[in-house]
């Protein structure tokens, strides 16, 4: 079984981002190696929606550039739910092009918050552990 | 000398597993023409009806060809072409 390895205090940073932007939606990318994160991408959801996201596709290519020239992958894309659960939404499933990414979200409904991740894959949605 | 077009992972399915592949100088359309040949269904994935898809950007070296002039910007040789799936959803 795959996991997501990342640590508590980058996952701590992921929280801090999504409550700066609440009630909006954040997002951003996490580069790593081998299913580990190494560094987080805070992203602009050009939307400014609190139900839905678009990474700016400027700071996208800019972020994948360094990634690539760093020798690092695109492990895996993270974006809040402020109102809503931590399980991908219809739209979060139809959009999903990187399959081969995992996709974090972080439910903000809750007293805390919580954090789920999940690989999507042609419609299908698959929860992964996350390792700290 | 060729176009170099960047494949992103999703696509590199198609392209036999290769991040980067070349063709011909020309429009984006006909680029994108040019590479279905190359790589057959690739075409409708980043493209449909002579548009490119709204969840695709794709780069003229550092510039979106939407502030260029889309499907319409010239590609000459030498050029370097990004296909990049935007990162959205709800
Ligand atoms: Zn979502």
């Not at chain 1, 997002?27 to 839905?52: D, F, H, P, W």
């Not at chain 1, 809040?80 to 996709?103: E, I, T």
């Not at chain 2, 036999?16 to 279905?36: F, H, K, P, R």
């Amino acid at each position: 079984m795959t996991t997501l390895s990342i640590s508590r205090q980058l996952l701590a940073e992921i929280v801090t981002h999504c409550r700066e932007v609440y009630p909006c939606e954040a997002c951003g990318i996490l580069a790593g190696k081998n299913n580990v994160v190494q560094k987080i991408y805070r992203m602009t959801n050009i939307e400014k929606s609190g139900v839905s996201y678009f990474m700016d596709p400027k700071e996208q290519f800019a972020v994948m550039k360094e990634m690539r020239e760093e020798g690092l992958e695109m492990t895996a894309v993270y974006h809040s739910h402020p109102h809503a659960d931590a399980c991908p939404s219809q739209k979060d499933v139809s959009l999903a092009f990187y399959d081969d990414a995992y996709y974090l979200i972080v439910s903000l409904i809750h007293e805390s918050p919580l954090i789920k991740a999940f690989t999507i894959k042609e419609g299908m949605v698959k929860e992964v552990e996350i390792v700290t | 000398m060729a176009v170099k077009v960047r494949i992103p992972t999703p696509l590199q399915k198609l392209t036999n597993g290769q991040d980067e592949v070349e063709t011909e100088a020309g429009t984006v359309m006909s680029l994108i023409n040019n590479l279905d040949k190359q790589f057959p269904g690739i075409g409708e994935r980043i493209s449909e009806g002579g548009k490119v898809r709204r969840f695709i950007n794709i780069y003229l070296n550092d510039e979106d060809i939407r502030f260029l002039r889309n499907e319409e910007t010239e590609i000459k040789d030498g050029d370097e072409v990004s296909i990049v799936p935007a990162i959205a959803g709800g």
